[in-house]
């Protein structure tokens, strides 16, 4: 299915093309432009698509700003309607670009070569000039099936180029799809039949004149309004701790979601810094209990709240202990747990789509991950997939299990 789609995306391209529609973005002819900022896509409209100019690629102001992504790279920039500027700063150093009179210069008013653009209403920056001048952050290019992928990171991102791409296909897909409805190109049933004369061109546009861009405040209207999507299914995620469990906590915290990660006492005595870097980001820790007796599981219990108190001056209330029976499970109630019980877990399936497809609308779904080799890869696909079907994460605490 997915092969299919991707076939009928091309043949919508050329249809573009050969029906003389443009694509509006400068570089190549019929070059499409996706956007995303370290793991998060960044939604693509014929107002905001990247564009080169002379040779230099130009991005929408919007991909490094922080209120219209939700991604802290460190570097930001900020609109100012009444002084018609974009303020490009890291906190100490910075670029004010002015609109009004096409110029640029640095914070202690220093001349820079650097201009923005206008185009549409929006502004756009010199991107890969802004990450010779902060250093912390870096623009590249991907050729995917959908168009040419331009990604901006920082220090932050977790995964490589190409396994973003391979993990957010779907979303990409998506994209490209509501991009070329905007501009109204059909998606032909078999491939444009050339006609016997040549088509009178259409009469050459005007180039847009410069004016204000709209606030950052998302209040612009958008060029396609979508019918109401029904609500998908709601899930919870707990993660058991492995190498890739700092990366897993980071692509979670790029999104503003929050899980709920399981440590053993002996994984609490060997991670202390990640365990405090985790409570801090606002994640729900458990102790993962592997007693086969209740007798056993408390004193794990026991020793693993000590062990927390220390380290991160938590105390832990949701448990994991698949080893015990009825009376253990009593025992551990009665020590104030909430037991975590999975629905789902990776092992099962091969992507993240085919978990989503197993979740259950009707209540919210217990999915447990791991944390080894490829983990992440295989959550930013789940969270593509959850994002494709309007699905919900819910954050995992132990008054909500109970």
């Keep these: 299915m997915r092969h299919w789609k991707k076939g009928m995306l ?93 110029s640029a210069e640095d914070l202690q008013g220093n001349p820079v070569s650097a201009r923005a653009m206008v185009r549409n209403s929006m502004v756009f920056l010199p991107i890969d000039y802004l990450c010779g001048f902060f250093s912390t952050i870096n623009c590249s290019r991907v050729r995917t099936d959908y168009g040419i992928l331009i990604r901006v990171t920082n220090n932050a991102v977790v995964l490589r180029d190409l396994d973003f791409v391979d993990a957010a296909s779907g979303q990409l ?78 692509l979670l915290a790029g999104r503003r979601e929050y899980a709920l990660f399981l440590f053993t006492c002996e994984e609490l005595r060997a991670q202390d810094d990640a365990v405090r870097r985790i409570a801090a980001a606002g994640h729900t820790i458990g102790l993962a209990l592997t007693g086969e007796s209740g007798e056993e599981c408390v004193s794990q219990l026991k020793e693993g709240r000590r ?33 975590w019980d999975r629905d789902l877990r990776r092992e099962d399936y091969s992507s993240g789509a085919a978990l989503v497809e197993a979740l259950d609308p009707q209540r919210a779904n217990r999915v447990e991950l791991a944390c080894g080799p490829g983990d992440a890869a295989f959550l930013q696909s789940l969270l593509s997939a959850m994002d494709e079907g309007n699905c919900r994460l819910r954050q995992v605490t132990a008054p909500l299990l109970a």
Aim: hydrophobic share 45%.
């Design 10 to 102: 091309a043949l919508a391209l050329c249809a573009a093309l050969a029906l003389g529609i443009s694509i509006p973005a400068s570089g190549a002819p019929g070059a499409v432009y996706l956007m995303a900022v370290n793991e998060k896509v960044v939604t693509m409209t014929a107002e905001n698509m990247p564009t080169v100019m002379s040779g230099v690629l130009y991005v929408p102001y919007t991909m490094l700003s922080i209120r219209d992504t939700g991604i802290n790279l460190g570097v930001s920039a900020l609109y100012s309607t009444t002084r018609r500027t974009v303020l490009v700063s890291n906190g100490q150093i910075g670029i004010v670009f002015n609109i009004q009179n096409n």
């Design 173 to 250: 897909e998506d994209n490209l799809r509501h991009y070329l409805a905007s501009v109204e190109v059909p998606v032909p049933t078999s491939l444009p039949v050339p006609p016997t004369a040549a088509p009178t061109a259409p009469p050459p546009t005007a180039a847009p004149a410069v004016s204000d861009p709209p606030p950052p405040s998302g209040s612009e209207k958008p060029v396609e309004s979508d019918p109401p999507v029904e609500a998908g299914a709601e899930a919870w995620l707990a993660f058991r701790w492995g190498e890739q469990g700092e990366d897993v906590a980071r």
């Design 307 to 339: 062990l927390l108190a220390e380290i991160a001056r938590y105390h832990a209330l949701v448990v994991s202990a698949g080893g015990v029976d009825g009376e253990g499970r009593e025992m551990l109630a009665q020590e104030g747990c909430v037991m």
